[in-house]
């Protein structure tokens, strides 16, 4: 993959130290316990805003992609306020139908299992508590209106209690790394995030550094990530980095076409004192429900992470992220953020709301668009970040595109 062009002025080695920079991101990035996209995952309330503007050193695009692959934060806690608006219609209810089906069709059908639990930070906005000491204790807690759901990983032992079903997961890895990549769901706080969104980045990619802020009380430089393609539903990628740590704080993902943000999370509140031990204890509750995830006992999970920071490679669904060749027979059209995954499903296009009856029906007459080309008919399903296109005989394109771009993935295919 080309390396990616900075809207600084870098020559041919501090270009190989910047891809390396990037390769040590990936890798070093805050060990935090934390959810969130998603991939991978409107704006946030005015206490989230970012606030001031401190006047900081002046600092390259180069230099500071370094010093997030340098950063080491081991001990800290915080607030994270995560919003995710992809513009999908009112369901009338239908989500909460769909995920609870989604519920019970993972895992051992524990409401405590963070694999069901945590997808629903894929719509609204949610307050998260973050929590870690080292690789090896994290703690995150998700706050609901009347319950939380917390998600505690403690050596070698994860534990997910639902409060409001007094349900408890439990979960032992082969080792503490396998425990870890247990709770590798879908990234939310802004250091997994920007992790993904820089694995993302290659010659098709502006970089730059633009201004700062100050987010949580820390002065931040403002590294902006904008793609070259004009066929891409992404804008811009906005990181909120930490002048002394670092540690991103703050992560944006607003859509090419305008708007407020489709992704965005950010620290309202953030402490890096050592927590307390007692933070990562779990007891059982009185009566609760245990489940046991048996299938992973035997080092099933395999995590190779130095810090084991959480988050399900958002990179696979990270628009510009090279899919290659996938499951199902996935393939990758074009490369960068213009890339189509697509695969056959080897059945049938989706059915008309007529054909599908009831509320279902309705929901995919609101999403989707009819289509035609050389490829036949089908239908465009839209959000404001990922489009999908499936044909009536079962194909499947989809990426941070337009739909024109998928018809003529589709024509080309």
Known sequence: MAPYESDDSTSAGETDDLRAGRRKAARYVVPVAVVGVAAATIGLVPALADSGDPNLPKISAQQLIEKIAKSDVQQMSGTVKISTDLGLPDLGGLESSLTSGATRGSGDGSSADPSAKLTELATGTHTVRVAADGPDRQKLSLLENAAEYSLIHNGKDVWGYDSGSNSVYHSTGHDSADARKKQEQAPATPDQLAKEALKAVDGTTSVSVQGTAQVAGRDAYRLVIKPKDTGSTVGQITVAVDAKTGLPLKFTLTPASGGAAVIDAGFTQISFARPAASTFDFKTPKGAKVTEDKGHEN??????????????????????????????????????????????????GVPSGSEAGGQFGGFLDSLGDKVTGTFGSGTVFKTRLINALITDDGKVYVGAVDKDALVKAANAG
Do not use: C, Q, Y
């Not at 996938?326 to 697509?342: K, L, R």
């Open 299 to 348: 080092g099933a999970l395999k995590g190779d992470g130095r810090h084991g920071a959480p988050g399900k490679d958002l990179g696979k669904g990270m628009p510009g992220k090279d899919l290659g060749k996938g499951p199902g027979g996935m393939n990758v059209i074009g490369e960068g953020w213009d890339s189509i995954a697509t695969f056959d499903t080897g059945g049938k």
